[in-house]
């Protein structure tokens, strides 16, 4: 234990130093060589001194903690914009390594207090040094770009932040028993909050870039890029996918690629397990590291670490390669735990290959697949299990084709997720349960968060079928505060009950500022007349259109010998 508390605060020692090197040193007038003076320093510092105060009321007139937020940005008085958003990323960089600090505390004083409680403070550290990475890549960008680039990429800047609110929220979250609160409070008054705010805060004011360029009369000509999450070329291609990933996925499983690894369990490949093979990735490895798996049930348990960028996994179709545990919340595993496959690596794609958890209804949460990496993708798999299927868990997630099965809150996570023509699959759960098919995570009104179903089949699975309409099933509950999730020409079976969406709790509903919207969905279970009031029910055309692939994920068209077609609009309207 104290080595691994050691080596903790190595890294943060480390850091720190990262962060004193990425972050600009907000600078004071006087230490720039202006007046502070009482009798004035020339009509520039009043102009500046004005423009300043502008910007700051401009930026928190809509900030849900306006002290907070006048309190972190008022020292800025600076003559170059972008400063307010590098000195709010740097703050909720402090706020982070407080919590990191205090969640090694912690785990000192508290580790050996119960299995649950030492489980939950060592995913808090990894959870947190993963979004010290978020807080890292949004300085190196604020620190080397103009404001004319930190506006064009707002949206990059967003989701990085975003996931960093995610990380923070699935912290609490792993404390989820009366007897570890105590240390939750402790964690949770301490620095998480504060980590939240601060976070939140980040968000708003790179959310709000236009009023900066605004007050300091800096008419660029530009928009804000808030949901421009990516770019697409000139043949419809997402841009994380390179010539030759595409040319990757039109032979995979084609005999017309050769994988860098090949796993079978008869002995016939490299490897045997799936995990050796991941394993094997080499250090500094360029370009797509291709992992072929034959047909065959898979027991194992996998993580994809986040060095082990750019991985194509791919099977022989998700009825035959299959990846399959039963890891639960019943038998004492935290939720992120429990997922037979994690990914937390970028640019992660998997195709015509099965996930599942077989925990069954009585497991309670039981993952099946955790997504966490950015720009990931799914063509053509199996998503199986109960109680949260799919943890969807941070940033840009594609799922075209795939089979989602599940119970209560299948789908669910803080990412920015697209789920197009697969088939939600609900299953029929224990005695006294009800189904919900989306719950999102969205804590912020700025994360640019939320799952969205587009021609997608809503529909019962063969246990539930006869009981599908005595079984109470909703599209979707609030998980967070500002949880957000939208259906868009799907085909909704009658299983759905009339009002759609329940309340997350009596003490918590989350429905004051939740999105749950719906466009163009057809089938028994579409009829949006009882729906929940608090739902923002049918919305417009122009309104739907910004939950298209492209405005919403950019991650467009595939072309056809690609063999996974991609709808970058409306498909029945």
Request: aromatic residues 8%.
């Amino acid at each position: 234990m104290s080595g691994k508390v050691v080596g903790s605060a190595v890294s943060l020692i480390l850091v720190v130093g990262v962060v004193i090197g990425v972050v600009a040193v907000v600078q004071s007038p006087a230490a720039k060589g202006g007046s502070s003076g009482g009798g004035g320093g020339g009509g520039d510092g009043g102009s500046e001194l004005s423009t300043h105060n502008k910007a700051v009321t401009a930026l928190c007139q809509n900030s849900d903690d306006q002290k907070l937020c006048k309190d972190v940005l008022s020292p800025v008085n600076t003559t170059d914009p972008k400063e307010y958003v590098a000195t709010v990323v740097k703050t909720s960089m402090e706020s982070v390594i407080k919590a990191l600090n205090m969640s090694d505390r912690l785990s000192v004083e508290h580790g050996n207090s119960s299995t649950g409680v030492k489980m939950a403070l060592d995913d808090c550290k990894d959870l947190l040094q993963a979004a010290i990475h978020e807080l890292e890549a949004s300085g190196v960008m604020v620190q080397q770009s103009s404001i004319q680039d930190v506006n064009e990429h707002s949206a990059e800047l967003k989701n990085w932040l975003g996931a960093v609110v995610a990380y923070q929220q699935s912290c609490l979250d792993g404390f989820n028993t009366d007897g570890e609160k105590q240390v939750s409070d402790q964690l949770q008054a301490g620095s998480l909050d504060k980590v939240m705010k601060l976070t939140g805060l980040a968000l708003d004011v790179v959310s709000g870039i236009s009023k900066i360029l605004s007050a300091f009369n800096l008419n660029l000509g530009l928009k804000p890029a808030s949901r421009r999450l990516l770019v697409i070329d000139s043949e419809g291609y997402p841009t994380w996918l390179s010539a030759s990933d595409r040319k990757l996925l039109a032979e995979a499983g084609n005999d017309g690629v050769t994988p860098h690894a090949t796993v079978a369990k008869d002995g016939s490949g490299q490897f045997k397990t799936i995990l050796d093979a991941i394993n094997s990735y080499p250090k500094k490895h360029k370009g797509r590291f291709i992992i072929y798996v034959k047909a065959g049930v898979y027991d194992e348990y996998i993580t994809v670490d986040k060095k082990k960028i750019n991985i194509l996994l791919y099977g022989d179709g998700p009825t035959k390669t299959i990846i399959t545990g039963r890891k639960n919340f019943a038998e004492g595993v935290k939720t992120m735990r429990t997922a037979t496959f994690s990914t937390q690596a970028n640019g992660f794609i998997a195709k015509s290959i099965s996930f599942e958890n077989t925990a069954g209804a009585k497991g309670h949460q039981a993952v099946a697949l955790r997504v966490q990496g950015d720009m990931s993708a799914f063509f053509d798999c199996g998503i199986h299990g109960y109680q949260d299927t799919l943890y969807a868990h941070a940033h840009r997630q594609f799922y075209r084709n795939c089979e989602i099965s599940g119970t209560i809150d299948f789908i669910f996570g803080y990412s920015t997720t697209l789920i197009q023509n697969s088939k939600i699959i609900v299953r029929k759960p224990d005695t006294n349960q009800q189904n919900i098919v989306v719950a999102d995570g969205t804590g912020q009104k700025n994360m640019p968060t939320g799952v969205v179903l587009h021609n997608c089949e809503i529909m019962p699975d063969a246990s539930l079928d006869a009981d599908r309409l005595t079984v109470k099933t909703y599209l979707a509950r609030p998980w967070k505060a500002y949880s957000r999730a939208v259906f868009i020409e799907n085909e909704i079976g009658d299983l759905i009950q009339p009002d759609g969406y329940m309340p997350w709790n009596t003490i918590e509903p989350n429905t004051e500022f939740s999105y749950f919207a719906e466009y163009g969905n057809t089938g028994a279970g579409a009829n949006t007349q009882a729906r929940a009031k608090w739902g923002k029910g049918l919305i417009s055309k122009q309104e739907a259109a910004k939950f298209m692939a492209e405005p919403w994920l950019k991650a467009s068209t595939w072309l056809p010998d690609t063999g996974i077609p991609l709808d970058t609009s409306f498909t029945k309207a």
